[in-house]
T-cell receptor, first 113, second 118 residues
Framework: AQSVTQPDIHITVSEGASLELRCNYS??????LFWYVQSPGQGLQLLLK??????LVQGIKGFEAEFKRSQSSFNLRKPSVHWSDAAEYFC???????????FGTGTKLQVIP | AAGVIQSPRHLIKEKRETATLKCYPI?????VYWYQQGPGQDPQFLIS???????DKGSIPDRFSAQQFSDYHSELNMSSLELGDSALYFC?????????????????FGAGSRLTVL
C-alpha cells in the first residue's frame, strides 16, 4: 500500500527566508509524486508533480521539489518565502493509472514578518 | 480555464437528514474522485469513477453512495447524516487515458463543499 509521511506538522519561517518541507513516501514502484497547497477554507491547488525524468521539478509560485529515490523523499523547497505562502501543504503519492492519490497529513506553514 | 465545479459550496443539515453534493469535472476529464477532509485532517479518498463506472473505493461509509452520469458529472449522496460527517468534501477530476502524457493521474480539485451536520 502506498503511504506518505510529512514529519513536520507546523513550520514557522520568517518572510524572505528559505523553506524546505519534508515528504517521505512508501510505494512498491516508482510513484507519481505531487505537492498541493491549501489556503484556509479553500480547495487544493497543484504546485508541482513528478512523473519521471529530471529529479528536480519546478512548480508554480517559485516552488521546486527534488525526487530522491534512495531516500524515498520528495522535499519541497522555496528560496525566499512570501507572506502569501502561508497555507497548508500536502504531499501526495499516486500510481500510474486511474487510481486515487494518497495524501500526507500536511504541513502548516506560518510566515512571520 | 474551466475548473472543477462543486455545488453547493456550503450545506447545513441536521442529524439523520440526507444531503447530495454535485461535481462537474473539467471538460474532457472522464475520471472523478471524491475526498473527505475533516477538521484539521488530510483529505481521505472516498470513491472514484471512470467512464461512469466505479473505479476505486476507499473509506466511504455504507450510508454514502455516488454515481457518475452520462455527462460525466458526479453526485455524492449521504443519508442518515451523523455529526462526524461534518467535513469539507472535495471532488477532483483527471483527464482521459489518451492524455496520459499531458497529465493523467493529475487531479484537479474543486473548491469543495462544506457540510455541517447539527
Amino acid at each position: 500500500a502506498q503511504s506518505v509521511t510529512q514529519p513536520d506538522i507546523h513550520i514557522t519561517v520568517s518572510e524572505g527566508a528559505s523553506l524546505e518541507l519534508r515528504c517521505n513516501y512508501s510505494y512498491g514502484a516508482t510513484p507519481y509524486l505531487f505537492w498541493y497547497v491549501q489556503s484556509p477554507g479553500q480547495g487544493l491547488q497543484l504546485l508541482l508533480k513528478y512523473f519521471s525524468g529530471d529529479t528536480l521539478v519546478q512548480g508554480i509560485k517559485g516552488f521546486e521539489a527534488e525526487f530522491k529515490r534512495s531516500q524515498s523523499s520528495f522535499n519541497l523547497r522555496k528560496p525566499s518565502v512570501h507572506w502569501s505562502d502561508a497555507a497548508e501543504y500536502f504531499c501526495a503519492v499516486g500510481p500510474r493509472g486511474y487510481q486515487k492519490v494518497t495524501f500526507g497529513t500536511g504541513t502548516k506553514l506560518q510566515v512571520i514578518p | 480555464a474551466a475548473g472543477v465545479i462543486q455545488s453547493p459550496r456550503h450545506l447545513i443539515k441536521e442529524k439523520r437528514e440526507t444531503a447530495t453534493l454535485k461535481c462537474y469535472p473539467i471538460p474532457r476529464h472522464d475520471t472523478v474522485y471524491w475526498y473527505q477532509q475533516g477538521p484539521g485532517q488530510d483529505p481521505q479518498f472516498l470513491i472514484s469513477f471512470y467512464e461512469k463506472m466505479q473505479s476505486d473505493k476507499g473509506s466511504i461509509p455504507d450510508r454514502f453512495s455516488a454515481q457518475q452520469f452520462s455527462d460525466y458529472h458526479s453526485e455524492l449522496n449521504m443519508s442518515s447524516l451523523e455529526l462526524g460527517d461534518s467535513a469539507l468534501y472535495f471532488c477532483a477530476s483527471s483527464p482521459a487515458e489518451g492524455a496520459e502524457r499531458a497529465g493523467a493521474n493529475v487531479l484537479t480539485f474543486g473548491a469543495g463543499s462544506r457540510l455541517t451536520v447539527l
